[in-house]
């Protein structure tokens, strides 16, 4: 790796001044080289796709894991890397405060909070709760001279409560609280879009797109979106080309499954610059 974490992350702060770009999602260090072998700008982790390949379900994984994880990624690529943190692995802002300082020092460029409990019956935190914690994720970036994006995700959409107005109203309260970026996970229509990018009043906007969908990038970029990313979409496609693998194998006893696999060579030749 030839570029310093301070660079990473100036990188990355200036991908959101203009225009739209794509932040994939890589789940482990093969991942993530081969997206920044594609030519991509910039990679955020995905919670989801992690987990998976721990043989664990999203959510289920130690704070100290993920730190590794965020650690190992950041190694792994000269691009700069956006730290999908849940909720901040804790319930209080003290708790929220002590987890960003803790991903800052594995040199992520930007991280996300996100307002959601992991209690089903009560999924979301109560909005002045949830600005004290992204208040204090704030206050932990500016106590530490790192220059990380602060992003503050609304969970409405992925946490059973698909309120369009209450998710606007809070990411205008995280965008007052000190969110750089602000996201709404599962927003799909053009005129959801408009309307977060409206309500956002200048500041950049991340959108989830992990499923086949009618937009293009042209079309996300003419809403006003500035980066796009695709949470756990890239780690189910590789599981959905594994399992039907798997299935045919077990269920018919027949090897169809690797029909479409990326050649052995080809992946060799890609990864074996980076012996050593």
């Keep these: 790796m030839t570029r310093s974490v301070a660079e990473k992350r100036a990188d990355f702060r200036a991908l959101h001044e203009q225009g739209c770009f794509v932040i994939p999602n890589p789940w482990d260090t093969g991942s993530a080289r081969f997206l920044e072998g594609l030519g991509f700008k910039a990679l955020a982790t995905t919670s989801s796709g992690f987990a998976w390949s721990q043989g664990q379900a999203d959510g289920a994984m130690s704070r100290e894991l993920?730190?590794?994880?965020?650690?190992?990624?950041?190694?792994?690529?000269?691009?700069?890397?956006?730290?999908?943190?849940?909720?901040?692995?804790?319930?209080?802002?003290?708790?929220?405060?002590?987890?960003?300082?803790?991903?800052?020092?594995?040199?992520?460029?930007?991280?996300?909070?996100?307002?959601?409990?992991?209690?089903?019956?009560?999924?979301?935190?109560?909005?002045?709760?949830a600005v004290e914690r992204m208040r204090a994720a704030r206050k932990a970036i500016d106590a530490s001279g790192a220059d990380v994006l602060l992003v503050g995700r609304a969970e409405n959409f992925f946490a059973g409560r698909p309120d369009l107005d209450d998710a606007i109203a809070r990411l205008k309260a995280y965008s007052n609280a000190g969110?750089?970026?602000?996201?709404?996970?599962?927003i799909k229509t053009r005129e959801q879009i408009a309307a977060v990018v409206a309500a956002a009043g200048g500041k950049p906007v991340n959108l989830l797109v992990g499923a086949a969908s009618e937009l293009t990038m042209q079309d996300i970029a003419g809403l006003g979106v500035r980066r796009v990313s695709v949470g756990g979409g890239m780690a189910r496609a590789a599981w959905g080309g594994f399992i039907r693998a798997a299935r045919t194998l077990a269920d018919r006893g027949r090897f169809d499954g690797f029909a479409d696999a990326a050649p052995g060579a080809e992946l060799n030749a890609f990864f074996r610059p980076f012996a050593g």
């Design 179 to 186: 969110a750089d970026c602000l996201y709404a996970p599962g």
């Design 66 to 129: 993920i730190l590794a994880h965020l650690r190992e990624l950041v190694e792994a690529t000269d691009l700069p890397v956006n730290a999908d943190f849940e909720n901040g692995f804790a319930a209080d802002a003290q708790g929220v405060a002590e987890s960003v300082r803790l991903a800052i020092e594995t040199g992520v460029a930007g991280l996300s909070i996100e307002d959601s409990t992991g209690n089903a019956a009560d999924p979301l935190f109560a909005i002045d709760v």
